[in-house]
Antibody, heavy 123, light 111 residues
């Protein structure tokens, strides 16, 4: 059974860079895309981007200029960096397993999800 | 940035049937499969329905999904108290270079 465990700094100041890592335990790491998704307090979900084991990425156009998702296949981990954060980036950030690498994104879904990390941006 | 529209709330008494709509466009629901997620209070979302109408192992058969044109629906039949949660639809959107989009979310209350 696949489990995702995530961690990272929970309090940032404006203009700093958000950094989170997600470790994957059990199952195949190389066979899937891995995503980051966020949820501002009391609001809905927003997809940030995805990466596969070879480092191929897709990003949400609204965040693309500030987002970098990377992968460390030796540790079955993937990471998120979001630069120049503002209060609008305050959210719970989730990692999640996405589509299989041979599956078109048009038919993808997210399962399972990590436990979530609350990141607060405040001066 | 939600491009899929859901009603903000829905409710029913135990045993009733509740339906949640998800309205999109030709670039998302009209072209791609729809998934639904259930988010219980204080927890991470959980996959409820994938590929329009498929239930993952362990999801009760009182949950069902359907899609027609640029809209999709989630039905909960035989509503139970533990179904009180937020529900989100999601799909790939083909616009720009493509990205996943979520619905605005629907809070289901069991009266």
């Amino acid at each position: 059974q696949v489990q995702l465990q995530q961690w990272g700094a929970g309090l940032l100041k404006p203009s700093e860079t958000l950094s989170l890592t997600c470790a994957v335990y059990g199952g195949s790491f190389s066979g899937y895309y891995w995503s980051w998704i966020r949820q501002p307090p009391g609001k809905g979900l927003e997809w940030i981007g995805e990466i596969n084991h070879s480092g191929s990425t897709n990003y949400n156009p609204s965040l693309k200029s500030r987002v970098t998702i990377s992968v460390d296949t030796s540790k079955n981990q993937f990471s998120l960096k979001l630069s120049s954060v503002t209060a609008a980036d305050t959210a719970v950030y989730y990692c999640a397993r996405g589509r299989g690498v041979v599956v078109t994104a048009r038919r993808g879904w997210f399962d399972p999800w990590g436990q979530g990390t609350l990141v607060t941006v405040s001066s | 940035q939600s491009v899929l529209t859901q009603p903000p709330s829905a409710s029913g008494t135990p045993g009733q049937r509740v339906t949640i709509s998800c309205s999109g466009s030709s670039s998302n629901i009209g072209s791609n499969t729809v998934n639904w997620y259930q988010q219980l209070p204080g927890t991470a979302p959980k996959l409820l329905i994938y590929s329009n109408n498929q239930r993952p192992s362990g999801v009760p058969d009182r949950f069902s999904g359907s899609k027609s044109g640029t809209s999709a629906s989630l039905a909960i039949s035989g509503l139970q108290s533990e179904d009180e949660a937020d529900y989100y639809c999601a799909a790939w959107d083909d616009s720009l270079n493509g990205y996943y989009v979520f619905g605005t979310g629907t809070k289901v209350t069991v009266l």
